[in-house]
Each structure stands twice: as structure tokens, then as C-alpha cells.
């Protein structure tokens, strides 16, 4: 089996089945191709792993000779090996290359900044002041994707990587809304996490989580 993707073996509760292996997992299990699994506790990062991951983050990837980081360029390297996950035809190949890259650099940061209002940082004094200008901000941010998609299934008309990346990225708004307000996010989220490679993918990574969960004293 070439193909191994570095992930936790424990997250916190609140962090379960939105680790970002998920996304190369799901890529895989869309395909039907073999991997394994290398997991790591995430207080107990080996040093030499930076080699791999400058920051230490998951998820790495190693098939055969090639060593990838970075979620977005694992797809991208997945999504050539099959054109279920990213189209020959060179028009749609590169609308959905266009939206890979719009979900991690157009749309992930604006959701990255709710979570950190609504979860992390809730309560705090200047998180307090931001919120209703993000949920606004990031909002209309979301109505021009809702706009792009339009009568659409897809991003690139059929099911490719840019969905995985997209329906990851919008998958919980942390009960703001932004997202499960607007009715054709909302559907195109559905859509996308009742596929079964995603089901796979997630209990996949739950499964890896339980097994290594700390044994009651």
C-alpha cells in the first residue's frame, strides 16, 4: 500500500470528524484507493516530522517517492490519479482547479475567523465587538458562492476535489448561519457529506479516534 496519510490518533470532542486528513481520506475512499494510516498524538509530535510538515499539522502524505503537506496539493496530487476526482476535459479541469484553490483561499479564512469568534476565543471582549461585522462580512462572501453555484450540484458541474475542499470548508458555521441560512449552501453541503466515500472517510476517522482513546483509570 503506497499511499499513507499522516493524521491525530486524539482530538478534543469539539474537533472530532473535522480534522483535515479527513479530506485526502475522502479523496481516497471516493476512488477506491488503498491507504494507510500513520497517526501521532498531537502533544507528542516528533521533531523530525517538521521535515515533512514544517508546522507540524496534519495532513502529510507520502506515495512512493513523493512527500506532500498541505491539504489542497494532497487533492490535487490524488485528483490525478482519477478523473472522478478531477476532470481530463482541460475546461472543467480547470474550473475545478480554480475552485480548489477558492475554497482554501476565498472561503476557508473568512469561516476559520467564526470559528475562532463563536468557539475559541468566545466571550472575549474584541470577540464580542467583531462578530455581527464577520457574520455580516462573511455572509456576503457566501451569497456570491451561493450565486456561483446556482442550479449547479457541483462547483465543476460534476464531483471533483473542489467539492471535497468547499464541503469541508462549509461544513459547520458554528451555528451562526451563514451557512445553513442560505438554502443552496445548505443543500450543496447535504449533498456532499450524504456521498458514501464521505461517510466512509468520517467513520473512518472517528473509528481511529476511539480506538486510541485513553483508557479509563
Given at each position: 500500500m503506497s499511499v499513507e496519510i499522516t493524521g491525530f490518533n486524539w482530538v478534543p470532542d469539539f474537533a472530532r470528524g473535522y480534522v483535515r486528513d479527513l479530506r485526502p481520506r475522502w479523496a481516497c475512499e471516493e476512488i477506491g484507493l488503498p491507504y494507510a494510516m500513520r497517526l501521532m498524538h498531537?502533544?507528542?509530535?516528533?521533531?523530525?516530522?517538521?521535515?515533512?510538515?514544517?508546522?507540524?499539522q496534519v495532513p502529510a502524505l507520502r506515495d512512493?517517492?513523493?512527500r506532500l503537506f498541505e491539504s489542497g496539493a494532497i487533492l490535487l496530487?490524488?485528483?490525478e490519479k482519477d478523473e472522478r476526482l478531477l476532470p481530463r476535459d482541460p475546461v472543467a479541469r480547470a474550473r475545478a482547479i480554480a475552485w480548489l484553490f477558492a475554497a482554501f483561499s476565498s472561503v476557508e479564512p473568512w469561516m476559520m475567523q467564526i470559528g475562532e469568534v463563536e468557539l475559541f476565543s468566545n466571550g472575549a471582549q474584541w470577540a464580542e465587538l467583531r462578530r455581527a461585522s464577520l457574520i455580516e462580512s462573511?455572509?456576503?462572501?457566501?451569497?456570491?458562492?451561493?450565486?456561483?453555484?446556482?442550479?449547479?450540484?457541483?462547483?465543476?458541474d460534476t464531483f471533483s476535489i473542489a467539492d471535497i475542499a468547499m464541503?469541508?470548508?462549509?461544513?459547520?458555521d458554528c451555528g451562526t448561519g451563514v451557512v445553513t441560512d442560505r438554502p443552496?449552501?445548505?443543500a450543496y453541503v447535504e449533498r456532499g457529506t450524504a456521498r458514501a466515500a464521505?461517510?466512509?472517510a468520517l467513520d473512518a476517522q472517528l473509528a481511529d479516534f476511539t480506538a486510541h482513546a485513553p483508557k479509563a483509570a
Open positions: 498531537p502533544m507528542e509530535r516528533p521533531a523530525e516530522y517538521r521535515e515533512e510538515q514544517p508546522w507540524l512512493g517517492d513523493v496530487h490524488l485528483g462573511c455572509g456576503e462572501r457566501l451569497d456570491r458562492l451561493a450565486e456561483a453555484l446556482g442550479n449547479r450540484d457541483w462547483l465543476a464541503v469541508t470548508v462549509l461544513r459547520d443552496v449552501l445548505a464521505f461517510r466512509r
